[in-house]
Structure formats: C-alpha cells, structure tokens
C-alpha cells in the first residue's frame, strides 16, 4: 500500500509527509467492508471512497458515563475527516475487515482511551442506522453502528488521548444535555441530539 502512495496527489512523495500526514493518508486508503441494509457483508472499498460516496459501513460508539450522571465526550482532532473539532461519543470507530462489532468496541475502547475492560463490562444499548452529510468536508458517514456503554469511575485527566486523533475529553451532565441551547449545540456532532440519541442517553440515563 505504502508504494501505491509514493506519489501523491500534486506529485508530492509519500516519505516526505509527516509521520501524522502518512498516518491519516494510509488510513483514508485502509479498505473497509461495505455492508446491505441486513448487516450482510456485500464488498470492500477504501474509508475514502466510502466516506465520499455514502456507502453503508459498520461502526460502534460507546458512551462513557459517571456515578455522578456524566456523560463523556471526546473532542475530535481538527484533521477528521468528518465534521473535525466537534464534541463526539466517548470512543467511535470503524469495524475494520474481519473484525465484528464487539471486538472492534474492546479495541477502540483501549486505543482511543487507554482503558481496557473485558467485554462483561460493556453494555450493549441497542443497534441503529445512521447517515449524515458533513458540510464542512463534504462527506457522508452512512452506517450501520452498535451502541455500547460503560461506567467509569476514574478522573476525566486520566484518559488517553490518542495522538492525533482527539484534542481531549468534556464532562456533560446527562440533565444538560437534555435542556442544551442552541449555541451550545453547535460544539457537537449534530447527531448527539438526535430523538434515537438521545433516546440513547434516557437509557443510559437508568443504569445510573
């Protein structure tokens, strides 16, 4: 893969990109499963091709939440290549060729936090399907993804940042999020208040 990515777009060679640049470039051109609208695996093609074209993919989210009512959100890094610098689910990822939803949830949950749990310790929420265009790059994340949470009772500054991936963590009270202005909202996935999400943080809501 990495000599089909010698040369770039414009001409510019693969080894002079920073070790950030090649990690996002090698990544756009990772394959991953398109799926049906059964969850039936019907093909494979590139995060970016998919992501431009709106092809139906696997993702998982788990949702973080306190003994206090919290519900933790990761800042995305400012070189996402959907919606960038906006508050998100705990942890998200993409479920990568011959991986399922589980073990993909166990294995962002590590890299992307730096906690690693057994999978007894995840919740199962339910499944949904989701599709939004990004404005801002112009990109369509259509999915199908399985919703998870887990309760977390250490400090907020003990998480993991994954490098180049995220800018931090945010603290929301569960109430807030349900009353959240208007301007408040624009820090945030436009699809954190949507009616299944946020029937998703009522049932996260109940575990409390």
Do not use: C
Not at 80 to 106: C, F, Q, R, W
Not at 131 to 139: E, G, H, I, L
Not at 180 to 194: G, L, N, T, Y
Request: hydrophobic share 35%.
């Amino acid at each position: 893969m990495v000599r089909a990515l010698l040369l770039h777009s414009r001409g510019r060679r693969f080894e002079s990109y920073s070790a950030h640049q090649k990690t996002n470039l090698m990544a756009d051109n990772l394959k991953l499963n398109i799926i049906d609208e059964g969850g039936n695996i019907i093909g494979q093609e590139s995060r970016e091709n998919i992501h431009r074209q709106g092809l139906l993919h696997r993702e998982v989210h788990i949702w973080f939440y306190t003994p206090k009512g919290e519900i933790i959100f990761q800042h995305r890094g400012k070189n996402k290549d959907t919606y960038p610098d906006l508050l998100d689910a705990t942890v998200g990822g993409h479920v990568e060729i011959g991986s399922n939803y589980e073990n993909t949830a166990l294995q962002e949950l590590a890299e992307e936090t730096g906690t690693r749990v057994d999978k007894n310790n995840l919740i199962f929420i339910q499944m949904i399907r989701s599709k939004s265009f990004d404005t801002a790059t112009n990109k369509t994340n259509n999915v199908i993804r399985a919703i998870y949470a887990y309760h977390y009772g250490g400090k907020i500054e003990d998480l993991k940042i994954e490098k180049g991936k995220a800018i931090g963590f945010e603290l929301w009270p569960l109430e807030k999020i349900f009353t959240i202005s208007d301007e408040d909202k624009k820090r945030f996935i436009p699809f954190v208040f949507d009616k299944q999400n946020l029937e998703i943080f009522s049932k996260i809501r109940k575990l409390i």
